[in-house]
């Protein structure tokens, strides 16, 4: 890990689901000569997934890291997720890396997911390769793939190589920078021989085309080309790598992972033509806390470290590791290392390369590598490791966005304290989730991107940590108010022998503003109540109001005023005011046309128009007030409404549905209102019903 970071490339691989992104990852492990054998998800022997749940649903759900070398140069491969719910570990990786691998299908089964991809590695600044994969699938199509996920991305793909053959007659590729055709043994060893027959006819067309848009990113060539003068592919190899580095060339290329056909030249155009860590902005970008203060670290190695962790794992056996990008600086074994966000220290006692699930322990880390450091104690995916103690750090990028949220509820008997602590360890390691504690409602509640995500964090804190959990929607948070006036007396009045007690109490209820809450107003002259039984009248009232009175909800948004009572020299006391007060909370709201409320959410929904009107359908079905729709700057329809959140807490599962996972939506609390009569029964009922069961 020491040797010179000229030679090292570091790659994510992304894609949508299915694409083909760990299959690639495995057969790049064969073709490095790191595995005797290609790994496969389908059967259980990828050497890239790290998490039993990815060989059950088939798809990939956290990230994983690779260490291998091809032809001399070092290839630090992150082979991501691509499903929404798990899409936080690939935009913290593409932070971590210098360029990206893009896989699509030959299918061209355009998913949602490539939009936002598309969108973090322009974020970024990355150069991108595409790979034009499952070209031995049925209904392969190379250039038909070109066009669609061209327009689509409204990006120009420019193909650097084409297919011989497509479905199950797809046997090699003839490139356009050596003009040279491979055919494969279809035996997925990855031995390729170069043959000049059986070059495409459109060859020409493409050269032409690729020879376009390579001038454009050069101020001599353009002038070239705009004179006519000839150029040919032998004059552009470093004018290439100037395209590809700035984003003004897009290369595809065709390919099989799973039959191992063109991935050598897939990195053979990675080495030429990706960056290494030297050949990037050669400063590092650290920020304050408060975004107010701006610092820059050159990426060298003798500049103090800096590291960022893009990602977390926890083995209730093996421990923490933290995957980290050393940005700057050298470490070694026992460094000591200061936490940016928190101050901590934290020692590298160990070291390691990563090849997938396996580790290799290393002495050494310099700029540029990307390593997994062991046993951190108070460190997080996100945070900046460094040299010296300040809280300058690399800011992430991520921020996740909570469209589902379920009551946790643990199906045998554990007790509260060992199910949070083991909810936390998945929160380290998903850091899209949150955790919180309803207290009106008395439930844990998990937050995250979708369902589908939840369970499956579910079924690993069952697996990993033995606690079997289910996941119930929350109860919605209702309150109630009142709508009218009314006043009322409460006396509590108690004889049974030697002191009594004895507390009378005069209140008035009026209704405020929504969001007001319960004011108490004081409003006792001459002495009717004495002072220091005010207090206790306050108490009693607000114990009452948080008990609710139709169905148990919180009574919120009400003034309630005492203004008269009596007292007793010798039996009155704070227990009998309180009870009173609550009494006379109680008779009042009786009078004053109580009326439940629901949280009402401002929704924010994008889709493409195809869909606009059955999403529109679907939330007026919903009793949502529709604000408004606009187009963004993809074209695509933002549609705004108020919406009950007992409409749509399940509405992201609906969505992906309906709109073919193309669809994407916002939430957030926007405000109480009343809930309609008939709906309001149902809920009296319901809530009456489970009482009567308890």
Not at 545 to 570: K, M, N, R
Request: charged share 25%; proline share 4%; with cysteine.
């Amino acid at each position: 890990m020491t040797e010179d970071n000229e030679r090292t490339r570091n790659i994510a691989i992304i894609g949508f689901g299915a694409s083909g992104k760990t299959q690639l990852a495995d057969t790049v492990l064969y073709n490095a000569k790191v595995v005797q054998s290609i790994g496969k998800v389908i059967d259980k022997t990828s050497n890239m997934v790290l998490e039993q749940e990815e060989f059950e649903h088939l798809t990939t759900m956290t990230a994983s890291l690779a260490t291998v070398e091809i032809n001399g140069t070092k290839f630090n491969i992150v082979d991501t997720p691509s499903q929404d719910g798990f899409m936080g570990d690939t935009i913290n990786a593409l932070q971590a890396v210098d360029a990206a691998i893009f896989l699509m299908s030959a299918q061209t089964d355009i998913k949602q997911e490539v939009e936002i991809l598309i969108k973090h590695t322009r974020i970024f600044n990355l150069p991108v390769i595409f790979l034009i994969n499952k070209m031995d699938a049925e209904n392969a199509d190379f250039n038909r793939s070109v066009k669609e996920y061209s327009k689509y991305l409204n990006i120009r793909l420019t193909p650097v190589a084409l297919p011989i053959g497509s479905c199950d007659k797809f046997e090699g590729l003839y490139s356009l920078i050596d003009k040279k055709t491979y055919l494969y043994a279809r035996d997925a060893s990855g031995r390729s021989k170069q043959t000049t027959e059986n070059i495409p006819s459109d060859a020409g067309e493409f050269e032409k085309g690729l020879i376009e848009i390579v001038a454009e990113s050069d101020d001599v060539l353009l002038e070239k080309y705009l004179n006519n003068e000839q150029l040919k592919i032998d004059d552009l190899f470093k004018p290439i790598k100037k395209a590809v580095l700035s984003r003004t060339l897009l290369p595809v290329i065709p390919g099989s992972s799973l039959l191992n056909i063109g991935i050598d030249k897939l990195f053979e155009f990675c080495s030429l033509w990706l960056p290494s860590h030297n050949e990037l902005n050669d400063k590092v970008m650290l920020k304050s806390a408060d975004g107010g203060d701006v610092a820059e670290i050159k990426r060298t190695s003798t500049e103090k470290p800096v590291l960022f962790v893009f990602k977390t794992t926890i083995d209730p056996y093996a421990g923490k590791m933290s995957y980290a990008r050393v940005f700057s600086g050298r470490i070694t074994q026992d460094n000591v290392l200061y936490n940016a966000a928190t101050g901590t220290e934290e020692k590298t006692n160990h070291i390691y390369a990563m090849t997938g699930k396996k580790s290799k322990l290393i002495d050494t880390a310099e700029s540029g590598d990307i390593i997994a450091l062991a046993k951190l104690q108070a460190t997080r995916t996100g945070d900046t490791l460094k040299g010296a103690k300040d809280s300058m750090s690399i800011p992430p990028v991520y921020k996740p966005k909570k469209l589902v949220a379920y009551a946790v509820k643990p199906k045998g008997k554990s007790d509260e304290d060992k199910v949070t602590q083991t909810l936390n360890k998945i929160l380290e390691e998903d850091i899209s989730l949150s955790l919180r504690r309803d207290t009106q409602l008395k439930e844990l509640i998990i937050e995250g991107i979708s369902k589908e995500q939840l369970e499956i964090d579910m079924h690993k804190a069952k697996r990993k940590y033995g606690i079997d959990l289910d996941l119930v929607l929350p109860d919605i948070p209702y309150k109630e108010t009142i709508k009218g006036k009314a006043e009322a007396q409460g006396k509590y009045k108690k004889q049974s022998g030697g002191r009594g007690q004895y507390g009378d109490v005069w209140l008035k209820l009026e209704p405020l503003h929504r969001g007001k809450g319960v004011e108490f107003v004081d409003n006792i002259v001459g002495g009717s109540i004495p002072r220091q039984y005010i207090p206790a009248v306050e108490k009693g009232v607000k114990e009452a109001a948080s008990e609710g009175f139709i169905a148990g909800y919180p009574v919120v948004d009400l003034v309630a005023t005492v203004y008269d009572g009596s007292y007793h020299v010798v039996d009155s006391s704070e227990l009998a005011f309180k009870i009173a007060g609550s009494f006379a909370f109680k008779k009042c709201m009786e009078n004053a046309i109580p009326v439940l409320l629901e949280p009402i959410m401002l929704i924010t929904v994008t889709v493409p128009e195809a869909f606009t009107g059955e999403v529109i359908g679907g939330l007026n079905s919903k009793r949502a007030k529709i604000l408004g729709m606009e187009h963004d700057d993809s074209k695509k329809q933002v549609i705004k409404a108020h919406v009950p959140l007992s409409e749509v807490q399940s509405y992201g599962d609906e969505l992906r549905s309906i709109t073919k996972g193309m669809g994407t939506f916002d939430i957030e609390f926007y405000g109480y209102e009343e809930v309609p009569a008939h709906i309001s029964e149902k809920i009296v009922s319901s809530r009456n019903k489970k009482e009567v069961r308890v």
